[in-house]
């Protein structure tokens, strides 16, 4: 029996802006109202209905919940914080706590305050002491009901939509980066490109703040709270190759610039690290891959690879994210199973992986796709709020409740 670790965590994810509704000071909020993406609106209501979430995640056998608390909610206006926002996401904790759920508290998760881009966002070089400040006040706040606050979530994927893609705010696009993207971003809001090389040369400043910014955010939250864990959530996309060496070469360059380049920065500075993982590219690659409803390969089972990628740093890791769009709930149950067992190889292989949550628990807005991709465990009816657990979720439950692999 290819069982886990006694005291394995399993669960799922959300995140602010994409599930809690009423969200109106972020610059998502601000690119919706221009008509740059779709408008998020109430969302799933979460905010409000948290707790009736919570119990579903308590009755699918869930021990962990990882969830981000809003910045433009905490610190709706520079330096100054909003005492009510922080008492809201106290009364979560405790209803995580209540149900036996151990929280995940991500500090940021994309959306930033309004203030904060009118100031230059992270492309101002003060943007890593804004940050920190930040994330120490919410940890002093808060860290009494939680241990794991990750700081940031996928810097690289933040960076690359805002800075290279263009589909995401910023919106700055470079012109060759349609021959590189794999990813599914929202092509219909992608900024008008730039021929120049600007952007590359922003992004990479950017990458270098951000790197900046969880340091500082590290050190900060030690000062007020040395015993938290603080761990950075990193996106990792798994580059492969066929025998071909100059494709080898090509992934090789591919998983340094993706992944590599940033984790180098700030291993240092981590107790321990997320992985979100979507992505498997092979370089050479002539096999028919079945896709998600994201157009991505189905390749769920390389997550082992992702695993074993991060695990060179050695610190203990746990499975932030990963999930499948899948409208009909078709696929997802297959989904979970291998990419279960490809965590179970991980352990086996050295990998001290901790807690496994899968993304999301509920539908959501993603990102500049609006709601039309269908992640949760939990199917949202948007017009009546009302929430029906998917087949595949009692998979994920037997599994959450055997604490094992399940063929």
Not at 130 to 146: P, Q
Not at 226 to 242: D, G, M, R, W, Y
Not at 256 to 268: A, D, G, Q
Not at 365 to 391: C, D, H, M, Q
Request: glycine share 6%; with cysteine; proline share 4%.
């Amino acid at each position: 029996m290819k069982t886990f670790p006694e005291g394995f965590k399993w669960g799922a994810a959300t995140a602010s802006y994409q599930v809690e509704g009423g969200i109106d000071n972020c610059d998502w909020a601000e690119a919706a109202r221009d008509g740059l993406v779709p408008p998020c609106g109430q969302a799933c209501d979460h905010y409000n209905r948290f707790e009736a979430d919570f119990d579903i995640a308590q009755s699918l056998g869930h021990t962990a919940h990882r969830f981000s608390v809003e910045w433009a909610r905490i610190e709706p206006i520079a330096g100054q914080f909003d005492e009510n926002a922080i008492l809201h996401y106290r009364a979560v904790l405790t209803a995580l706590h209540t149900r036996g759920i151990t929280p995940y508290v991500t500090l940021w998760h994309f959306t930033q305050p309004v203030w904060f881009t009118e100031q230059g966002g992270f492309e101002q070089k003060n943007s890593s002491e804004i940050f920190a400040r930040y994330c120490s006040y919410v940890v002093l706040k808060l860290g009494d009901l939680c241990e794991h606050f990750s700081t940031m979530n996928e810097a690289a994927v933040f960076a690359s939509n805002g800075w290279l893609r263009g589909s995401w705010p910023p919106f700055k696009r470079f012109t060759l980066t349609d021959r590189v993207s794999i990813t599914n971003s929202g092509r219909q809001y992608e900024a008008k490109p730039s021929w120049g090389l600007s952007p590359v040369f922003m992004y990479f400043r950017v990458m270098k703040n951000l790197a900046l910014a969880h340091n500082a955010a590290y050190r900060a939250i030690k000062v007020v709270s040395p015993q938290t864990e603080v761990s950075h959530v990193a996106h990792v996309i798994v580059f492969a190759a066929n025998g071909n060496p100059f494709n080898k070469i090509k992934a090789l360059l591919a998983n340094y610039l993706w992944t590599h380049c940033l984790m180098k920065r700030i291993h240092k500075h981590c107790d321990s690290v997320g992985l979100n993982y979507y992505f498997y590219t092979q370089f050479g690659d002539g096999r028919s891959w079945k896709k998600t409803d994201m157009d991505w390969n189905f390749a769920p089972e390389y997550i082992y690879d992702a695993l074993m990628m991060l695990a060179r740093y050695k610190k203990p890791l746990f499975v932030s994210e990963g999930g499948v769009a899948d409208e009909d709930d078709s696929d997802r149950a297959e989904y979970i199973k291998k990419q279960v067992y490809g965590t179970w190889r991980a352990i086996q292989d050295g990998a001290e992986v901790r807690s496994h949550m899968y993304w999301s628990l509920l539908d959501n807005y993603e990102w500049a796709l609006g709601f039309k991709k269908r992640f949760g465990l939990v199917e949202v009816n948007y017009e009546t709020l009302e929430r029906s657990i998917r087949p595949s979720a009692y998979v994920y439950k037997k599994i959450c409740e055997e604490n094992r692999v399940v063929e």
